[in-house]
């Protein structure tokens, strides 16, 4: 059985910083590109950044220079540091895996960015 279970959510000030967590258990995690998607309310799911078996990273555009993507291929778990946080990441995080035609969600966690 596959999961994939994010964590770090939370309430933060603009400005502030956030790490998520996001792990996974039931594939074989290193064979895995992850990603992270978010979806705020009323807009459809966005992909935010993914991180390939091999390492590399890519983002989109309203979160580059400030969100940060990484892997623990030891511990199969992925992370995302945001920093400089804005209201408009307010959103619910998603962590996928995806490889060929096989991909796996989690259950998300929330992200609210307000003074």
């Known amino acids: 059985q596959v999961q994939l279970v994010e964590s770090g959510g939370g309430l933060v000030q603009p400005g502030g910083s956030l790490r998520l967590s996001c792990d996974a258990s039931?594939?074989?995690?290193?064979?895995?590109?992850m990603y992270w998607y978010r979806q705020a309310p009323g807009n459809q799911r966005e992909f935010v950044a993914t991180?390939?078996?091999?390492?590399?990273?890519n983002y989109a555009d309203s979160v580059k220079g400030r969100f940060t993507i990484s892997r623990d291929n030891a511990k199969d778990t992925v992370y995302l540091q945001m920093n400089s946080l804005k209201p408009d990441d307010t959103a619910v995080y998603y962590c996928?895996?995806?490889?060929?035609?096989?991909?796996?969600w989690g259950q998300g966690t929330q992200v609210t960015v307000s003074s």
């Open positions: 996928n895996a995806y490889k060929a035609a096989e991909s796996y």
């Open positions: 039931g594939i074989i995690f290193g064979l895995y590109a």
């Open positions: 991180i390939t078996s091999s390492g590399r990273t």
